[in-house]
């Protein structure tokens, strides 16, 4: 078991068997297979993050004495606020470097009980496995900055707030998930572009997946039209399928023929849709289907975001953001031979490959669409 010091901005050491090290550490970790949750320091694929068992539980509340664990988060609390009141500058310097030695001490002791308790006492959640690559995915995002009107800003995403599991922002986060379009041009790259994977009607795509059918190979909306009578265009196309799709009491009979709104039936339980990638939603029936394709196409983005970013681990281009149903990244040029294999990564899952576009911009307001 051991606790990182990066919990907390600019720091670096860890704390392992009630002792603090600040040299020589890679070794030590090298050995560990528990820790609350990810820092660079660490092999993820070795390691169990046990925050992710908690979930959106304070670690207080596997305490044996969790009041304690409260009064020292108190004390920390205000300590910091000490320090900001007395304009402390945290850019570059640790909080906890201005912390008593006892009280460093307890809290992280504490902090290492509860963790024990978690180890010993949870069992591992049936979704573990992509709630690890989301977590790992998020807290590198989290630890590097985007560039918003020439200011530093930080996206700090929440994995655990929404009810499907989509991704939400903290508070104190850059809300990169809620700004407009024309915002957008004000995000600039680190590298010389921003470079966008999109997937083409992703959750169309895995509806039609979950239906037992085959990918299109082409435009999704297209791919319908194909199939519908009454010669409407591709937008009158959108439309149509989402009427019928979002209306339980819908019928249509051209897009019966591909897609079935009755699968949800196959993971629905006792007020629970439990998705292919093992999350447990509680959710209304007349809710269930939009549950199971919008928490399933999540995790297809975010495990293939995760994948890029370990194809991407020495390079110069990194991901700087998740936007829904896309992942964009900072990218430098002179990488351009990577973009064919990063598309194949993006687009492959377990379902088969479902088709996405690629755009490039100097901004992330003005991409446009190039072909691979």
Known sequence: MVQTLDIEDNCFGVYFKNKFYFQDI???????????KHSSIFDDEKMTYLSIFAKSQKLSEYSTNPEMMETYQGLLE???????????????????DILPDHLMHKWFSLRNKAMLNIAKYSKKPSDYDILHKIHVLTTNIAKQKINVNNIQEVVKYDIFSSATGRLSTEKGSFPVLNISKEERTNITPKNDMF?????NGAEIRTLLALSGKEQPNHDIHEYNKEVLTGG?????TKARFFAWLYNPEAADNDLEKLYNKNVYREHYKEGFIKTPFGRKL????????????????????????YK???????????IAFTMHDSVVLDFAKEEHNLVKEIKDIFENNMFGRFLSTVSIGKNYGNLKEIKI
């Open 26 to 36: 890679e070794e030590l970790v090298k050995e560990q297979n528990l820790a609350w």
């Open 195 to 199: 470079l966008e994977l999109d997937l």
């Open 232 to 236: 409407t265009t591709r937008k009158e």
């Open 308 to 318: 890029i970013m370990k194809f991407l681990k020495g390079k110069k281009s990194f």
């Open 78 to 96: 205000s300590q910091k606020k000490a320090a900001i009141t007395a304009k402390l500058d945290f850019s570059d310097m640790c909080f906890f």
């Open 282 to 305: 509680e959710v209304d029936e007349r809710k269930a289907l939009n549950y199971l394709t919008q928490s399933t196409t999540s995790d297809i983005v975010l495990e293939n975001a």
